[in-house]
């Protein structure tokens, strides 16, 4: 399935988001901050990380149903979506 915009949308964002919370963490490590401080930045990022993939994976699913609705094949089985969304557990 390919990755357009309109449709992992938020996820996009989400991963921006994510990406400079990242920054931070490596720039608390590099300026020696706390550890807890850093563990829990990292936490956060993670947390994002995973937020934004299960947004893609539900995009996923919403438009294989939908092509399904519409007569089409999707481009996605429902095993390999499943195994995305495990992936991802």
Do not use: H
């Amino acid at each position: 399935m390919e990755m357009r915009p309109e449709l992992v949308g938020d996820a996009l964002s989400r991963l921006r988001r994510a990406q400079g919370q990242l920054s931070g963490v490596i720039e608390a490590v590099e300026e020696g901050r706390d550890c807890a401080e850093v563990l829990t930045q990292l936490a956060a990022v993670s947390r994002a990380l995973d937020r934004a993939g299960f947004k893609i994976v539900a995009s996923g699913m919403r438009y294989c149903q939908q092509a399904r609705e519409d007569g089409e094949e999707p481009p996605m089985t429902e095993q390999e979506l499943e195994r995305l969304f495990l992936a991802l557990a």
